[in-house]
């Protein structure tokens, strides 16, 4: 029987990672073709900001080598951009004046940065942090220049300033909140975070808003609305992602944020599905790695007509990924009316717990300085377990008096929450391949290979 002609548009993370689910699926079902608008093979976005801090390498970033596509005779095309989605007859049209037809499509086309609309935005010296050529462009930047301004004190704002402070520039970070993380943090974890990456040498510029870039042909200078101004040779906007949807409103697929679909990630035009930060599901468009993973596994059944459960979404957590600093969050993480919470504040050690409470159930939580517990909260959370007949301070303590509350969980307790991998899957591995080192784990079971958090 023939294949089927299976396009991919988009290589990165979510887009490929669906293809894997679909080879597990049904390994000579489809034809497969993918195109990446990027010059490189799939690698590790999330990881960007590591290879910024100098630890790790971009080469140590990529997911697939070109020997994975060779081996699932996949045909890649790098550095090409699919500009027309031809629905009724089934076929695409890309920059290079390629010409492909398909029997079934996917979009994972991503996000784009955005740009604050401010004038000077064009001027050289002002980039964005989001792809391997952005990251270069920093650490080129760094052995020339000294003055470094980061707009936007979110997750990806905080790692690109650390990145840069790793470098040897001097950094500021532009705000335009009141706090760090505003989106994950509450504000006692949010100024706990503030103080200790002040220690480490970063500095705060909060409820800013930026009123214009100057300088001649390159950046000098960043003035504000309040009258104020500081100097620059380096601007890194990292104040959010859009989907990216130009293609599909192109081509006359549904729309609103993000590419509309169903619980089984199929938009309203009949064979061409979506997945990953392109997309909006029941009303929300998704930033982190777990929930497009979700989605992949979700379409990979679909697309090959296998049985399974739809796409409900997801319960969202964030890590910060700066070396020496705890931070993690999970599902709530302020008290709404209908919610309560418990917090422990360790000040001689600078801890802080936070946990968020509806009726027996714990919804949220928020950790900074021990974030050993994270695993266990979250699972907690997504079994949404009934608590009530504990004692709610328990909660706090770790499984065991040395620490190591991994070492207590059971076999199919989830290690790694972005790719699904439980502890018993982890330690086959290991006795089944003679695995030695947290490397070699990553590799055999993905377990931490998207956003580099390790269990210990």
Not at 50 to 68: E, H, K, R
Request: with cysteine; net charge negative.
């Amino acid at each position: 029987m023939e294949k089927q002609k299976l396009v991919l548009i988009g290589n990165g993370m979510a887009g490929v990672r669906c293809i894997e689910e679909i080879l597990r699926e049904a390994p000579e079902l489809f034809e497969i073709t993918i195109f990446g608008s990027e010059p490189h093979l799939n690698y590790n976005r999330i990881q960007l900001s590591a290879v910024l801090q100098g630890s790790t390498t971009f080469d140590a970033i990529t997911i697939n080598d070109q020997n994975w596509y060779n081996e699932h005779n996949i045909e890649l095309y790098t550095g090409e951009t699919v500009i027309k989605i031809d629905s009724k007859n089934q076929v695409l049209l890309t920059d290079k004046s390629r010409v492909l037809p398909y029997d079934r499509l996917i979009i994972a086309t991503g996000s784009v940065p955005f740009m604050l609309p401010v004038p000077g935005a064009d001027k050289d010296g002002v980039i964005t942090f989001r792809t391997i050529e952005d990251c270069q462009k920093m650490i080129n930047t760094a052995k020339s220049y000294k003055k470094a301004v980061v707009i936007g004190g979110g997750v990806l704002g905080l790692e690109a300033a650390k990145g840069l402070l790793n470098l040897g520039m001097e950094v500021k970070v532009v705000h335009n909140g009141r706090n760090l993380m505003e989106r994950q943090l509450d504000e006692t974890a949010a100024k706990l975070l503030q103080t200790e990456l002040e220690k480490q040498g970063l500095r705060f510029l909060f409820e800013k808003d930026t009123k214009e870039i100057c300088g001649r042909k390159r950046v000098e200078r960043v003035t504000f609305k309040d009258g104020t101004e500081t100097a620059a040779d380096l601007v890194v906007m990292a104040v959010g992602v859009r989907p990216n949807i130009q293609l599909a409103k192109d081509s006359g697929i549904e729309i609103n944020r993000g590419i509309l679909v169903n619980d089984y990630l199929e938009t309203n035009i009949s064979n061409i599905f979506a997945v990953g930060e392109c997309v909006e599901h029941r009303g929300t468009v998704y930033g982190l790695v777990k929930p497009l993973y979700d989605q992949g596994k979700v379409l990979a059944k679909r697309i090959c007509s296998h049985e399974g459960k739809g796409y409900e979404g997801t319960v969202l957590s964030t890590q910060l990924k700066i070396s020496g600093v705890d931070v993690f969050s999970v599902g709530q993480f302020t008290c709404e009316e209908r919610l309560k919470s418990i917090e422990i504040y360790d000040e001689l050690d600078g801890v802080y717990k936070k946990l968020i409470f509806e009726d027996s159930k714990l919804v949220g939580a928020v950790l900074f300085g021990d974030t050993s517990d994270r695993t266990r909260l979250v699972e907690m959370i997504l079994k949404k377990k009934d608590v009530s007949d504990m004692e709610k301070v328990t909660l706090f303590q770790e499984l065991n008096g040395d620490g190591n509350s991994v070492a207590s969980m059971a076999h199919h307790e989830i290690i790694c929450n972005c790719n699904g991998v439980a502890k018993g899957a982890i330690i086959e591995a290991v006795q089944k391949n003679g695995l030695t080192t947290v490397d070699q784990v990553k590799k055999c079971t993905k377990a931490s290979g998207a956003c580099g958090a390790v269990n210990h």
